[in-house]
């Protein structure tokens, strides 16, 4: 697929934009490679941009082959489709299947938006399962998004040194949350009691936060000891060990994608010290995690 091309073809007029701006400021980086099989097929990037837009810039395009994953980190933009009007507000996420005639423009001052064109089969099957009526996703409590956008930008920052296995897995993960997010209710229907989901989304989502069973008791009006008994009867582990795991999951997948330093690390999935995290990490690794990011550097 020559995107480039495609893009070109598929304007309806032409854009609206400053007098520096050209189909980079849409587009991006173009990657020429476009996996049909294995595991690149399953999700591929065919254009990426990290862009800060000033008025004018708007779009009006027919159709493109492809789907655009579009996170807006500050300023806000405007998507008009045959579903309706979407405004596209600071930290918020939009999946959007473009075969179908779209605009895309700013929405006031400024725009600041990352912006990938992705295509592969992994993205059509997802497609169906994300209700345009929840679109866009509002990210200011959903860590676990956020931090898989952070890797894809650092992953796709320079185009020479990415790691197309490490976009699969970031994109999957990012469109198996929405999804789940579009179900809502739907554990509900298999026996969990609605404080347990509550609970259970608060870490899963937004594990980096503070939490306390007085703080749930408070919120949810159960007992602390009540919440602790059904969650670990529910999920066979305290909700404490719950959360640590996903803290520590989160934090052996930063070890092993980036370079940040191991304090800072802790500091980001939730741990209040370093020396508190080096030990929980190291009681389920075996090795500090200094040690582990060595280690698993060296396999590579």
């Not at 992705?118 to 676990?144: I, R, Y």
């Not at 999920?235 to 940040?260: C, K, M």
């Not at 040690?291 to 698993?296: F, G």
């Amino acid at each position: 697929m020559n995107l480039t091309a495609e893009l070109k073809t598929a304007l309806i007029s032409p854009p609206s934009l400053t007098s520096e701006a050209g189909l980079s400021s849409l587009l991006g980086t173009v990657y020429e490679t476009v996996p049909e099989s294995g595991i690149g097929g399953l999700v591929t990037v065919l254009a990426y941009g990290s862009h800060y837009v000033f008025p004018p810039f708007s779009w009006q395009l027919r159709s493109l082959g492809c789907h655009i994953l579009l996170y807006t980190k500050k300023g806000r933009g405007v998507l008009n489709c045959r579903e309706g009007k979407f405004s596209l507000n600071e930290l918020t996420l939009l999946f959007f299947d473009c075969r179908q005639p779209f605009s895309l423009s700013i929405g006031g001052d400024f725009w600041n938006f990352e912006l990938y064109f992705l295509t592969g089969s992994a993205v059509s099957a997802f497609s169906p399962l994300l209700d345009s009526k929840a679109m866009p996703f509002n990210l200011s409590g959903h860590s676990e998004i956020s931090r898989h956008l952070q890797m894809l930008e650092k992953n796709n920052r320079n185009p020479l040194r990415r790691n197309e296995i490490l976009d699969v897995k970031c994109f999957t993960n990012i469109l198996s949350e929405l999804a789940l997010d579009c179900r809502g209710g739907q554990e509900e229907a298999d026996g969990l009691a609605p404080h347990l989901l509550y609970m259970k989304k608060c870490f899963d989502t937004s594990f980096a936060a503070h939490y306390s069973l007085a703080g749930f008791e408070q919120t949810l009006n159960i007992s602390k000891y009540r919440l602790c008994r059904d969650f670990s009867a529910a999920f066979g582990v305290s909700p404490l060990q719950y959360l640590n795991e996903r803290r520590l999951n989160a934090a052996r997948e930063l070890l092993l994608t980036t370079d940040i330093p191991v304090h800072e690390i802790a500091s980001s999935v939730g741990f209040d010290t370093t020396n508190h995290f080096i030990s929980l990490f190291k009681r389920a690794n075996g090795l500090t995690p200094g040690a582990y990011r060595r280690q698993q550097t060296h396999k590579k």
